[in-house]
């Protein structure tokens, strides 16, 4: 069974970093390209960023260039997101997704809330 | 940016009904637009990808058609476990776009 599981969120200040990671089980994670979406409470999908299978070409949306990066680790069988100069619009729920064009597989999802 | 006008954003039907939401792409994607359920608190799932391709294990009640610009997704009988949002996702380029949701309520 494919399976996709965040950790790492939580309450941070503004301006603080949060490092969030997801566990892929179930297939071969190094075949696959793999995304972060979030949802802010009460609003709609936001796709963040996506990593190409080796990790060689990683994509952003603007409004977290400069401050997220995606990374990942095929030997470990896992997608990071490390997030640096926090705001409150970054306030979410954040969902790691196997990209095969679209995202086929979600995780649960891991909640970040950015607040003094 | 691609932008996604996803219609209407709610919308009210019966079981039984037959409902249509409509996404409009603000350039052309080449049909690289997928459809999304979502329950509260839950993720995402994927119902169609290829504009008009049903995702395995999806009910056949569910369609998707459309080309360019024009995308709809239909539900020919609404059952109880269908209720819930609906989301439609341009992937044709970076930065993949969503459309802001179609929540599907019962009347």
């Known amino acids: 069974e494919v399976q996709l599981v965040e950790s790492g969120g939580g309450l941070v200040q503004p301006g603080g970093s949060l490092r969030l990671s997801c566990a892929a089980s179930?297939?071969?994670?190094?075949?696959?390209?793999m995304s972060w979406v979030r949802q802010a409470p009460g609003k709609g999908l936001e796709w963040v960023a996506n990593i190409k299978q080796d990790g060689s070409e990683k994509t952003y949306v603007d409004s977290v260039k400069g401050r997220f990066t995606i990374s990942r680790d095929n030997a470990k069988n896992s997608l990071y997101l490390q997030m640096n100069s926090l705001r409150d619009e970054d306030t979410a729920v954040y969902y790691c997704a196997r990209d095969a064009l679209p995202h086929d597989c979600w995780g649960q999802g891991t909640l970040v809330t950015v607040s003094s | 940016d691609i932008q996604m006008t996803q219609s209407p954003s709610s919308l009210s039907a019966s079981v039984g009904d037959r409902v249509t939401i409509t996404c409009r792409a603000s350039?052309?994607?080449?049909?690289?637009l997928a459809w999304y359920q979502q329950k509260p608190g839950k993720a995402p799932k994927l119902l169609h990808y290829?504009?008009?391709r049903l995702e395995s294990g999806v009910p056949s009640r569910f369609s998707g058609s459309g080309s360019g610009t024009g995308y709809t997704l239909t539900i020919s009988s609404l059952q109880p476990e269908d209720f819930a949002t609906y989301y439609c996702q341009q992937y044709n380029s970076i930065p993949y776009t969503f459309g802001q949701g179609t929540k599907l309520e019962i009347k």
């Open positions: 350039q052309g994607i080449s049909n690289s």
């Open positions: 179930g297939f071969t994670f190094s075949s696959y390209r």
């Open positions: 290829a504009a008009s």
